[in-house]
Protein backbone atom coordinates (compact mmCIF):
# COMPACT_ATOMS: atom_id res chain seq x y z
CA UNK A 1 0.00 0.00 0.00
CA UNK A 2 1.35 2.91 -0.55
CA UNK A 3 2.02 6.15 1.63
CA UNK A 4 1.54 10.11 1.01
CA UNK A 5 3.79 13.35 1.38
CA UNK A 6 0.95 15.49 1.34
CA UNK A 7 0.57 17.30 4.63
CA UNK A 8 -2.69 17.92 5.64
CA UNK A 9 -4.18 20.98 7.04
CA UNK A 10 -3.02 21.62 10.64
CA UNK A 11 -5.84 21.38 13.40
CA UNK A 12 -6.38 23.99 16.45
CA UNK A 13 -3.83 22.99 18.86
CA UNK A 14 -5.94 20.83 21.42
CA UNK A 15 -5.99 22.44 24.87
CA UNK A 16 -5.93 19.41 27.58
CA UNK A 17 -3.15 16.66 27.48
CA UNK A 18 -4.00 13.30 28.65
CA UNK A 19 -2.31 9.61 29.06
CA UNK A 20 -3.17 6.80 26.70
CA UNK A 21 -3.48 3.50 27.53
CA UNK A 22 -1.20 0.65 26.90
CA UNK A 23 -1.95 -0.54 23.69
CA UNK A 24 -1.50 3.04 22.10
CA UNK A 25 1.57 3.88 20.91
CA UNK A 26 1.43 8.25 20.88
CA UNK A 27 4.29 9.99 18.63
CA UNK A 28 4.60 13.31 17.71
CA UNK A 29 6.16 13.31 14.42
CA UNK A 30 2.70 11.70 12.64
CA UNK A 31 1.42 11.54 9.22
CA UNK A 32 -2.22 12.68 10.16
CA UNK A 33 -0.92 16.12 10.73
CA UNK A 34 -1.75 16.18 14.46
CA UNK A 35 -0.64 15.81 17.67
CA UNK A 36 -1.30 12.33 18.86
CA UNK A 37 -0.25 13.00 22.60
CA UNK A 38 -2.58 15.51 23.05
CA UNK A 39 -6.68 15.44 22.70
CA UNK A 40 -8.92 18.96 22.30
CA UNK A 41 -10.86 18.75 24.86
CA UNK A 42 -9.59 15.08 25.82
CA UNK A 43 -10.82 12.50 28.87
CA UNK A 44 -9.45 9.05 29.09
CA UNK A 45 -11.72 6.29 27.95
CA UNK A 46 -11.28 2.96 28.40
CA UNK A 47 -12.21 -0.48 26.60
CA UNK A 48 -15.49 -2.38 27.90
CA UNK A 49 -14.15 -4.98 30.33
CA UNK A 50 -14.31 -8.73 28.41
CA UNK A 51 -16.22 -11.04 29.67
CA UNK A 52 -14.16 -13.89 32.18
CA UNK A 53 -14.85 -17.62 31.38
CA UNK A 54 -13.83 -20.27 33.62
CA UNK A 55 -10.40 -21.14 33.93
CA UNK A 56 -9.32 -24.11 32.41
CA UNK A 57 -8.31 -26.66 34.88
CA UNK A 58 -4.64 -28.38 34.28
CA UNK A 59 -4.25 -31.52 31.69
CA UNK A 60 -7.17 -30.58 30.64
CA UNK A 61 -6.95 -30.92 26.09
CA UNK A 62 -6.32 -27.86 24.58
CA UNK A 63 -8.45 -25.68 23.41
CA UNK A 64 -8.96 -23.69 19.90
CA UNK A 65 -9.64 -20.10 19.53
CA UNK A 66 -13.21 -21.28 17.73
CA UNK A 67 -14.10 -23.31 20.56
CA UNK A 68 -13.39 -21.05 23.38
CA UNK A 69 -15.72 -18.41 21.92
CA UNK A 70 -18.04 -21.07 20.86
CA UNK A 71 -20.37 -20.47 24.18
CA UNK A 72 -20.84 -16.32 22.76
CA UNK A 73 -18.03 -14.87 25.52
CA UNK A 74 -15.78 -12.87 23.91
CA UNK A 75 -12.39 -14.24 25.67
CA UNK A 76 -10.50 -16.26 28.24
CA UNK A 77 -9.20 -14.45 30.95
CA UNK A 78 -7.41 -16.95 33.13
CA UNK A 79 -4.01 -16.16 35.38
CA UNK A 80 -1.07 -15.06 33.59
CA UNK A 81 1.47 -17.04 33.24
CA UNK A 82 -0.09 -20.21 35.03
CA UNK A 83 2.29 -23.36 35.08
CA UNK A 84 -0.46 -25.37 33.17
CA UNK A 85 -0.49 -22.73 30.13
CA UNK A 86 3.28 -23.82 29.53
CA UNK A 87 2.82 -27.60 29.05
CA UNK A 88 4.74 -29.12 26.21
CA UNK A 89 3.47 -28.34 23.01
CA UNK A 90 0.97 -26.05 23.91
CA UNK A 91 0.04 -23.04 22.18
CA UNK A 92 -1.16 -19.84 23.65
CA UNK A 93 -1.38 -16.28 22.59
CA UNK A 94 -1.03 -13.56 25.05
CA UNK A 95 -3.17 -10.73 24.33
CA UNK A 96 -5.13 -7.44 24.54
CA UNK A 97 -9.06 -6.95 22.97
CA UNK A 98 -8.30 -3.77 22.10
CA UNK A 99 -4.99 -4.20 20.56
CA UNK A 100 -5.14 -3.75 16.34
CA UNK A 101 -1.66 -6.58 16.06
CA UNK A 102 -3.46 -8.81 18.63
CA UNK A 103 -6.74 -8.55 16.45
CA UNK A 104 -4.80 -9.53 13.36
CA UNK A 105 -3.22 -13.06 15.08
CA UNK A 106 -6.62 -13.58 16.71
CA UNK A 107 -8.31 -13.49 13.51
CA UNK A 108 -6.11 -15.81 11.86
CA UNK A 109 -5.96 -18.36 14.76
CA UNK A 110 -9.60 -18.98 14.18
CA UNK A 111 -9.75 -18.57 10.46
CA UNK A 112 -7.09 -21.54 10.43
CA UNK A 113 -8.64 -23.08 13.31
CA UNK A 114 -5.58 -23.47 15.02
CA UNK A 115 -4.95 -25.20 18.68
CA UNK A 116 -4.47 -22.43 20.86
CA UNK A 117 -5.48 -20.95 24.11
CA UNK A 118 -6.33 -17.34 24.25
CA UNK A 119 -5.06 -15.06 27.15
CA UNK A 120 -5.50 -11.58 28.11
CA UNK A 121 -2.81 -9.51 29.50
CA UNK A 122 -4.24 -6.58 31.25
CA UNK A 123 -2.36 -3.83 30.03
CA UNK A 124 -2.96 -1.28 31.78
CA UNK A 125 -2.65 -2.89 35.24
CA UNK A 126 0.69 -3.64 33.76
CA UNK A 127 0.74 -7.01 33.90
CA UNK A 128 2.69 -6.99 30.83
CA UNK A 129 5.80 -5.88 33.30
CA UNK A 130 5.11 -8.21 35.43
CA UNK A 131 8.32 -11.08 36.30
CA UNK A 132 5.90 -14.15 35.11
CA UNK A 133 4.78 -12.25 31.93
CA UNK A 134 8.91 -11.04 31.18
CA UNK A 135 10.05 -14.63 32.02
CA UNK A 136 8.17 -15.90 28.82
CA UNK A 137 10.10 -13.75 26.72
CA UNK A 138 12.02 -10.74 27.72
CA UNK A 139 9.94 -8.14 25.82
CA UNK A 140 6.99 -6.59 27.74
CA UNK A 141 4.35 -5.72 24.51
CA UNK A 142 1.72 -8.13 22.77
CA UNK A 143 0.55 -10.27 21.17
CA UNK A 144 3.15 -12.71 22.42
CA UNK A 145 2.81 -16.23 20.89
CA UNK A 146 4.19 -19.05 22.86
CA UNK A 147 4.29 -22.55 20.73
CA UNK A 148 4.45 -24.51 23.56
CA UNK A 149 8.17 -25.43 23.85
CA UNK A 150 8.59 -24.92 20.10
CA UNK A 151 9.26 -20.98 19.93
CA UNK A 152 7.68 -18.13 21.68
CA UNK A 153 7.77 -14.55 19.28
CA UNK A 154 6.67 -11.12 19.52
CA UNK A 155 5.36 -8.71 16.68
CA UNK A 156 2.41 -9.79 14.87
CA UNK A 157 3.93 -10.06 11.29
CA UNK A 158 6.40 -12.68 12.64
CA UNK A 159 3.95 -14.38 14.46
CA UNK A 160 1.58 -14.43 11.42
CA UNK A 161 4.63 -15.30 9.29
CA UNK A 162 5.20 -17.92 11.70
CA UNK A 163 1.85 -19.55 11.99
CA UNK A 164 1.69 -19.99 7.99
CA UNK A 165 4.43 -21.31 7.65
CA UNK A 166 4.39 -24.07 10.71
CA UNK A 167 2.16 -27.01 11.63
CA UNK A 168 -0.20 -25.67 8.31
CA UNK A 169 -3.92 -26.16 8.32
CA UNK A 170 -5.90 -27.81 5.73
CA UNK A 171 -5.53 -26.35 2.02
CA UNK A 172 -9.33 -24.82 2.22
CA UNK A 173 -8.31 -22.28 5.48
CA UNK A 174 -4.84 -21.89 4.23
CA UNK A 175 -3.65 -17.86 3.82
CA UNK A 176 -0.07 -17.75 2.33
CA UNK A 177 2.69 -15.68 3.64
CA UNK A 178 2.99 -15.27 0.00
CA UNK A 179 1.03 -15.05 -2.85
CA UNK A 180 0.79 -18.28 -5.33
CA UNK A 181 2.46 -18.68 -7.24
CA UNK A 182 5.34 -17.93 -5.42
CA UNK A 183 8.30 -15.77 -6.90
CA UNK A 184 10.73 -12.67 -5.80
CA UNK A 185 8.65 -10.47 -6.75
CA UNK A 186 5.58 -11.72 -4.60
CA UNK A 187 8.10 -11.75 -2.03
CA UNK A 188 9.25 -8.43 -2.34
CA UNK A 189 5.50 -6.94 -2.42
CA UNK A 190 4.58 -8.32 0.10
CA UNK A 191 7.17 -7.71 2.38
CA UNK A 192 7.60 -3.92 1.46
CA UNK A 193 4.20 -3.81 2.42
CA UNK A 194 4.92 -5.59 5.99
CA UNK A 195 8.36 -3.20 5.91
CA UNK A 196 5.37 0.24 6.17
CA UNK A 197 2.95 -1.67 8.12
CA UNK A 198 4.32 -0.47 11.27
CA UNK A 199 5.81 2.35 10.33
CA UNK A 200 3.58 3.75 8.68
CA UNK A 201 0.15 2.61 8.32
CA UNK A 202 -0.31 1.43 12.04
CA UNK A 203 1.16 4.66 13.41
CA UNK A 204 -1.05 6.56 11.11
CA UNK A 205 -4.91 4.94 11.81
CA UNK A 206 -3.72 4.64 15.65
CA UNK A 207 -3.19 8.33 15.99
CA UNK A 208 -6.34 9.13 13.66
CA UNK A 209 -8.21 6.80 15.99
CA UNK A 210 -6.70 8.09 19.17
CA UNK A 211 -7.57 11.32 19.06
CA UNK A 212 -10.96 10.84 18.32
CA UNK A 213 -11.10 8.54 20.39
CA UNK A 214 -9.79 9.88 23.38
CA UNK A 215 -12.01 13.40 23.15
CA UNK A 216 -14.47 14.36 24.99
CA UNK A 217 -18.25 13.27 23.63
CA UNK A 218 -19.69 17.62 23.01
CA UNK A 219 -15.83 17.84 21.11
CA UNK A 220 -15.97 14.46 19.08
CA UNK A 221 -17.97 16.19 16.13
CA UNK A 222 -15.40 18.97 15.69
CA UNK A 223 -12.36 16.62 16.19
CA UNK A 224 -13.62 14.16 13.80
CA UNK A 225 -14.31 16.77 11.07
CA UNK A 226 -10.50 17.80 11.78
CA UNK A 227 -9.27 14.51 11.69
CA UNK A 228 -11.32 13.72 8.51
CA UNK A 229 -9.61 16.64 6.45
CA UNK A 230 -6.28 15.96 7.82
CA UNK A 231 -6.22 12.17 6.95
CA UNK A 232 -7.91 12.17 3.69
CA UNK A 233 -4.88 12.50 1.22
CA UNK A 234 -4.05 9.16 2.94
CA UNK A 235 -7.30 7.38 2.69
CA UNK A 236 -7.06 8.35 -1.54
CA UNK A 237 -4.25 6.85 -1.64
CA UNK A 238 -5.61 3.26 -0.23
CA UNK A 239 -8.63 3.54 -2.34
CA UNK A 240 -7.17 3.76 -5.34
CA UNK A 241 -4.86 0.89 -4.34
CA UNK A 242 -7.52 -0.88 -3.77
CA UNK A 243 -9.52 0.03 -7.19
CA UNK A 244 -6.28 -1.61 -9.13
CA UNK A 245 -6.30 -4.74 -7.07
CA UNK A 246 -8.65 -7.08 -4.74
CA UNK A 247 -6.50 -7.23 -1.54
CA UNK A 248 -3.53 -5.12 -0.37
CA UNK A 249 -0.75 -6.48 -2.20
CA UNK A 250 -2.93 -7.94 -5.24
CA UNK A 251 -5.77 -10.59 -6.41
CA UNK A 252 -5.18 -13.18 -3.67
CA UNK A 253 -5.51 -12.39 0.46
CA UNK A 254 -2.38 -12.61 2.21
CA UNK A 255 -1.28 -11.97 5.68
CA UNK A 256 -0.97 -8.49 4.31
CA UNK A 257 -4.57 -8.50 4.46
CA UNK A 258 -4.87 -9.69 8.39
CA UNK A 259 -2.64 -6.76 9.45
CA UNK A 260 -4.37 -3.74 7.14
CA UNK A 261 -7.78 -4.66 7.84
CA UNK A 262 -7.59 -4.20 11.74
CA UNK A 263 -5.82 -1.06 11.34
CA UNK A 264 -8.11 0.91 8.71
CA UNK A 265 -11.43 -1.38 10.46
CA UNK A 266 -11.13 1.72 13.17
CA UNK A 267 -11.02 4.41 10.95
CA UNK A 268 -14.04 2.58 8.91
CA UNK A 269 -16.27 2.10 12.30
CA UNK A 270 -16.00 5.94 12.97
CA UNK A 271 -17.48 6.45 9.60
CA UNK A 272 -14.00 8.30 8.26
CA UNK A 273 -13.79 6.08 5.11
CA UNK A 274 -17.30 6.34 3.69
CA UNK A 275 -16.28 8.43 0.67
CA UNK A 276 -13.86 6.21 -0.32
CA UNK A 277 -16.14 3.33 -2.33
CA UNK A 278 -13.08 1.17 -3.18
CA UNK A 279 -11.60 1.19 0.68
CA UNK A 280 -14.88 0.80 2.09
CA UNK A 281 -15.97 -2.36 0.12
CA UNK A 282 -12.63 -3.76 0.55
CA UNK A 283 -13.22 -3.97 4.38
CA UNK A 284 -16.74 -4.91 4.34
CA UNK A 285 -15.71 -8.25 2.42
CA UNK A 286 -12.78 -8.63 4.51
CA UNK A 287 -14.90 -8.54 7.39
CA UNK A 288 -16.47 -11.59 6.23
CA UNK A 289 -13.78 -13.37 6.06
CA UNK A 290 -14.13 -16.05 9.08
CA UNK A 291 -12.97 -14.97 12.32
CA UNK A 292 -13.38 -11.47 12.05
CA UNK A 293 -16.21 -10.73 14.18
CA UNK A 294 -14.83 -12.82 16.51
CA UNK A 295 -11.28 -11.49 16.65
CA UNK A 296 -13.51 -7.83 17.03
CA UNK A 297 -16.46 -8.64 19.16
CA UNK A 298 -14.90 -6.87 22.00
CA UNK A 299 -13.12 -3.86 19.84
CA UNK A 300 -17.50 -3.15 18.60
CA UNK A 301 -18.39 -3.29 22.10
CA UNK A 302 -16.31 -0.86 23.30
CA UNK A 303 -17.10 1.25 20.41
CA UNK A 304 -20.74 1.12 20.61
CA UNK A 305 -21.06 1.71 24.57
CA UNK A 306 -19.32 5.26 23.70
CA UNK A 307 -21.76 5.94 21.23
CA UNK A 308 -18.93 5.86 18.30
CA UNK A 309 -20.28 3.41 15.70
CA UNK A 310 -20.68 4.96 12.53
Not at 2 to 15: I, Y
Amino acid sequence: MGCTDSKPAQPVKPKQQTKAPAHVVNKENNRTGVKAKTVNGGVKAGPVKPKKMPVEEEGDPAVSVASAWSDGGSVMSPTIATPRLLVPGRMVLYYHPMSQPCRSVLWYLNYSKRDCFPQIVDLIAGEHRSAKYLALRNAPQVPLLHDGDASTLTESSAILKYLTQTKEPSDATMVRYIAAPPTPESHALINQYIALHHSHVRKFTTEAFSLIFFSLPEARPAVTKQVQEAISPQLAVWDKTLQQHKFVVGDEMTICDFLFVPEVDQLHALGLVKDYPNLTAYIERMKEVEGYEKASEVFYETLKSMDMVR
